[in-house]
């Protein structure tokens, strides 16, 4: 079974600049997050979809983060314009409905603001 | 508040020492669950366990064991005989029934380094 899969790997941009990173969870996970981990601390929850959906988005930075789950698959989050404190690792993670089920999460974006 | 404490945020061992792991957590909700995840430098996160609020049975895999005990509002994890490759941070998370489904909370996290 395939992963949850990222892209970019790495992101190095200047502030006020924007960034989008993309999302393809694995096949048949209806609930689809994006966590932000800044160095030294555990991911925090950004916004939850589920199916194409928004579950929660009371963490998200609404002023410069979007997102989006077109069709209920493949997910994008952008930042516009980029802060030197969104310096962090962005992780998309995917699971089946409800909250006893494990979330699967990708390798992540590293995202560096010069 | 911080709903998972892990007060451990560095642990170093030599290798073959077992190591526990602490976690603390803070819920009302009757029904939630717990889980363990291990990052290695690589930086994907990687599932280890999850154990529900109204099983308090400890788990045993290979090397890996939990103590989750309700008391204490604690979800512990042991590596007995700890190898090099154990070296990671590993992150204990919550998430609650009553709440946004699947919405999980996680503590720092611990950085253990397992030494040769």
């Known amino acids: 079974e395939a992963g949850v899969a990222q892209s970019p790997r790495y992101k190095i941009i200047e502030k006020r600049q924007s960034v989008a990173f993309w999302c393809n969870p694995i096949?048949?996970?209806?609930?689809l997050y994006w966590y932000q981990q800044i160095l030294g601390q555990g991911p925090k929850l950004l916004i939850q979809?589920?199916?194409?959906?928004?579950?929660?988005d009371s963490q998200l930075p609404k002023d410069r983060f979007s997102a989006e789950r077109l069709k209920g698959v493949d997910s994008t989050l952008k930042i516009q314009p980029a802060k030197l404190e969104d310096s962090a690792v962005y992780l998309c993670?995917?699971?089946?409905?409800?909250?006893?089920?494990?979330?699967?999460f990708g390798d992540g974006t590293r995202l560096s603001i010069l | 508040a911080q709903k998972v404490t892990q007060a451990q945020t560095e642990i170093s061992v030599v290798e073959k020492e077992d190591v526990t792991l602490d976690c603390v957590y803070e819920t009302r909700d009757t029904t939630y669950y717990l889980f363990w995840y291990k990052q290695p430098p690589s930086g994907e996160l990687v599932f280890l366990i999850r154990r529900n609020s109204f099983d308090e049975q400890n788990e045993i895999s290979g090397r890996y064991s939990w103590n989750f005990q309700k008391s204490t509002s604690s979800f512990n994890f042991t590596i007995t005989a700890s190898q090099v490759v154990d070296s990671a941070v590993y992150f204990c998370a919550l998430s609650e029934r009553g709440s946004t489904l699947g919405r999980l909370y996680f503590g720092r996290g611990t950085q253990l380094t397992v030494w040769p």
């Open positions: 096949s048949g996970h209806a609930t």
């Open positions: 993670a995917s699971s089946s409905q409800g909250a006893n089920q494990p979330q699967h």
């Open positions: 979809f589920q199916n194409n959906g928004v579950v929660d």
